[in-house]
Nanobody
């Protein structure tokens, strides 16, 4: 059974940082594209960033997080993280980790689409 467990959300002030982590199980982690999404209150879920599952480790970021967020992956631990810096109130949302074996990294974020989803973790950025 595929499982994704997100953690690391919380309350932070504007300009602060948080690190989200997602623990994966039930699939061959190193072969799968993984990514992060978010859904703000009253809005649709949007893609944030992804990292490819093959040896390239290519990444993709949505424009609204470029230069502030960084995605990383640890195949040995079956985890992937999202380091979020320079947080803004508009970053407030429930953040979801996701995984997919077939969609491209760019496709995962821009469609957005993934086969498997974590439960979400709330990030609140106070002004």
């Amino acid at each position: 059974e595929v499982q994704l467990q997100a953690s690391g959300g919380g309350l932070v002030e504007t300009g602060g940082s948080l690190r989200l982590s997602c623990k994966a199980s039930g699939f061959i982690f190193q072969n799968v594209t993984v990514g992060w999404f978010r859904q703000a209150p009253g809005k649709e879920r949007v893609g944030i960033s992804c990292i490819r599952g093959d040896g390239s480790r290519d990444t993709f970021y949505s424009d609204f997080v470029k230069g502030r967020f960084n995605i990383s992956k640890d195949n040995a631990k079956n985890t992937f993280d999202l380091q979020m810096n320079s947080l803004k109130p508009e970053d407030t949302a429930v953040y979801y980790c996701a995984a997919d074996a077939d969609v491209t990294c760019r496709g995962m974020i821009t469609i957005p689409y993934a086969d498997y989803w974590g439960q979400g973790t709330l990030v609140t950025v106070s002004s």
